[in-house]
């Protein structure tokens, strides 16, 4: 079997190829973007023809999302142009194509769980250019397994419990926003249930989280709690943080269709924030963040 990763600087691209490391009958090509350009038909029509994976797994993203405003053409070549381009050369091959989308292609109004079936709307050009890239992997190939998920965080700088760490360094009191709820979700539980869905033979769109929900604040004073600190964390609202993009107030989502067809349960995110704070903090590389 072979995979193509792409993106492989990123977070999520970084836990696969842990995963996938130590299992010799798994070749693995990972390519950062300064290597594969996923926006560019020609070099990646090369390279998958060249390399012929049996399965690609698109963790190339463009995640900015208050940036996405400002360079709308960018933010939809690498979110709906890339992918497409995958989709179609994954068709050509025979290959299954695994693809990673947003929590943010819901508008927030929902009181409940996200479910696969509740319709989109987006409200920033980021989760616009998120959904036009799953629908143009549908369009190209039924050959696909597209996740959505949320509020992603693991080994890397790009995410939110990094930048907690960093807010902690400098300031005693830090203020969190707490109309936002979504689920924190651990990269090696989105592999290892992806690796699940793949071993299974899965196909379609799911949501891909870990359990429970909770709002950014409520994740910050559990995290600050966790790593020992004593700073002390405030809510405030939206509105106290101005930003470019809109984001949803409730953007959590249901993981019961995943976990049924898989039959797991999910670790719930506290689990998740537990494990990978004792593993960052074990790890030599990554034992100065806290």
């Known amino acids: 079997m072979k995979y193509l ?37 020609k070099s990646l029509e090369d390279v998958i023809t060249s390399f012929k994976p049996t399965i690609i797994i698109n963790c190339a993203a463009y995640n900015n999302v208050d940036g996405a405003e400002n360079e709308t053409d960018k933010a ?18 025979g290959a299954l194509i695994v693809h990673y989308s947003t929590d943010y292609v819901f508008d927030g109004t929902k009181d409940d769980y996200y479910t696969e079936e ?99 604040y409520e994740v910050a004073r559990f995290f600050i709690e966790v790593t020992g600190k004593d700073n002390l964390v405030l809510p405030v609202s939206s509105t106290h943080f101005p930003v470019l993009a809109q984001r949803p107030y409730f953007s959590a ?12 349960e999910i670790p719930n995110w506290r689990n998740a924030v537990e494990r990978f704070v004792k593993k960052s903090i074990n790890n030599d590389k990554y034992n100065t963040l806290f």
């Open 5 to 41: 990763i792409t993106g492989a600087n990123g977070q999520l691209a970084t836990e696969f190829k842990k995963n996938l490391d130590n299992n010799s009958s798994i070749e693995v090509l990972a390519l950062a973007r300064e290597k594969l350009d996923i926006s560019d038909l």
């Open 76 to 93: 939809f070549k690498i979110n709906s142009e890339g992918p497409k381009n995958l989709a179609n050369l994954a068709n050509k091959i």
């Open 118 to 216: 509740d319709e989109p709307n987006p409200l920033s050009i980021y989760g616009k250019s998120k959904l036009e890239g799953e629908r143009a992997i549908m369009s190209e190939t039924e050959n696909y397994l597209i996740f959505r998920v949320s509020w992603v965080f693991g080994e890397g700088r790009q995410n939110f419990l990094y930048k907690l760490t960093e807010w902690a360094k400098r300031n005693k009191v830090i203020k969190i926003v707490s109309d936002q709820v979504s689920i924190p979700t651990y990269t090696e539980d989105i592999v290892k249930v992806t690796r699940r869905a793949i071993d299974k033979g899965l196909r379609g769109l799911f949501h891909l989280t870990n359990s429970g929900y909770a709002s950014r």
């Open 253 to 264: 989502m249901s993981n019961k269709k995943i976990s049924k067809l898989l039959d797991i």
